[in-house]
C-alpha cells in the first residue's frame, strides 16, 4: 500500500492544529479558533479509536465465529438425535411420527438462524455504534462553523446599508471578514476530511451513507461561504 492509496490522520490533524494556530494569531477573541480546537480532538479520537475499535472487534470477531460454529454444531447434534430416536422407535414406520421432530427440526434452524445472524452481524455493529458517535460530533461541529458564518453578511459593509435596531455588528472589517469567512470555510472542508477517515476504517453501508451526507453538507455550506466572499465589496 502506497501513501496515496488512502487518507492518514496525521497530516489530517496537522491541517486542523495548523487552522487553529492561524485562527488564534488573527482572532485570538473568537470562538472560532475553539471550533478548530474540538475538530483536532475529534480527529485525535478518529485516530486512537481506529486501533482500539479495530482490536475490540477482532476479538469480537473471533468469538462471535466461535459461537456460530457452537450453533452449528449443537443444532445438527440435536436433529441427528431426534432423527435416531425416531429411527430406533418401534413405530417407525408411522408416518405420524415425524411429525413432532419435523415440528422441532423447524423451530431449531429458525432460533439457530437468528443466533447466526446476532452472532454474525455483532462485531459490525459494535464498529458501527463506535463511529457513527464520532460523525455524530463532526456533524454538530459543522453545524457550529456555519452558525459562525451566518450573521457575517457583506451587505453590512457596503456603503448604503441601513442598520436597524436588530442589525447584528459582525465587528469586522472588509479584510478581517473575508479572512474570517475563509477559516470557516477551511473548518468545514476539514470536517469532512474527518468524516472520511471514519469511512477508512468501515465499510458499513450506514456508516459510508453518513459520511457522504456529512461531506455534502460540508460542501454545500462551504459553496455558501465563498458567494459571500465573492460579494465583498471591493
Known sequence: ????????????????????????????????????????????????????????????????????????????VLLALGTREVLLDDGAGDGLDWVPLIESAVND???AGLALWFLYSLPERMQRGEVLRLLHRLRSLAHIVDMHQLTKDPERLRDGFRRTSESVD?????????????????????????????????????????????ESMTSQMSREIWQKIALLPS
Request: overall charge negative.
Open 170 to 214: 459582525p465587528g469586522l472589517g472588509r479584510d478581517e471578514m473575508e479572512y474570517y469567512l475563509d477559516y470557516c470555510s477551511e473548518l468545514l472542508s476539514l470536517v469532512g476530511k474527518a468524516a472520511a477517515l471514519c469511512a477508512e476504517e468501515s465499510q458499513d453501508a450506514v456508516v459510508l451513507d453518513t459520511v457522504n451526507s456529512i
Open 109 to 111: 434452524l429458525v432460533f
Open 1 to 76: 500500500m502506497t501513501p496515496l492509496d488512502r487518507l492518514y490522520a496525521d497530516p489530517v490533524l496537522d491541517t486542523v492544529r495548523r487552522l487553529e494556530r492561524r485562527i488564534g494569531a488573527r482572532f485570538p477573541e473568537r470562538d472560532l479558533r475553539r471550533v478548530a480546537g474540538e475538530l483536532a480532538t475529534v480527529v485525535a479520537d478518529v485516530q486512537t479509536g481506529a486501533a482500539d475499535v479495530g482490536g475490540r472487534v477482532r476479538r469480537a470477531r473471533v468469538a462471535s465465529r466461535v459461537l456460530v460454529a457452537v450453533v452449528l454444531v449443537a443444532t445438527a
